[in-house]
């Protein structure tokens, strides 16, 4: 499958994190890795999506933590994990592509505790890796859907191959809109 074709293969459903109404137009899901910088470049450009185009459209993360290059994307994608159990996955997802330069285990905990979350519950859940087969299912849904580095985009469903640039991708999203 060429990645001009590549098409989502695991549809957005209740396992995703989702932000945005599920009646909105455009579906944007992103395979990230919260220690990769190119992800870190596309968060504001996210945030920014979401604030320019309100409720028409849906953003769904997905971990894609490339941990031979990322130490400690995996860890961090457990945390986000182990958050959002507790009601703070986009909290916590915040945190981390805010503080990117941090997410050894010290930092993970830090912010857990900035949020709130149940210390006790989280550090037993971090150190059992209850979540580590959720990210392992993400990373493999992006493998199949054609998704080999970070991040990697998918707009209703089909892959997104333009540049990492603002305009681009609301160009993408708008072609949608139209549609």
């Not at 899901?29 to 504001?44: I, L, S, T």
């Not at 959720?134 to 469903?157: C, K, M």
Request: charged residues 25%; proline residues 4%; glycine residues 6%.
């Amino acid at each position: 499958m060429s990645s001009q074709t590549s098409r989502l293969t695991l549809p957005v459903g209740d396992r995703d994190h989702i932000q945005g109404s599920a009646d909105a137009h455009v579906t944007l899901v992103e395979y990230g890795d919260f220690e990769c910088p190119h992800c870190g470049k596309a968060y504001p450009m996210i945030k920014e999506l979401q604030q320019y185009l309100g409720n028409r459209l849906r953003f769904v993360y997905r971990h894609f933590p490339i941990s031979t290059v990322h130490p400690h994307a995996k860890n961090a994608a457990e945390v986000s994990e182990v958050a959002g159990a507790q009601g703070k996955f986009w909290e916590m997802h915040d945190q981390l592509f805010e503080h990117q330069d941090a997410l050894d285990d010290e930092s993970l905990r830090k912010y857990a505790m900035a949020l709130s979350l149940n210390i006790d519950r989280f550090d037993q859940e971090m150190n059992s890796n209850i979540y580590a087969n959720r990210v392992r299912e993400d990373f493999l849904s992006g493998v199949r859907s054609g998704a080999n580095g970070t991040p990697t985009f998918f707009i209703n469903g089909v892959r997104y191959n333009g540049p990492l640039e603002y305009e681009s991708l609301l160009k993408a999203v708008e072609e949608q809109l139209s549609k």
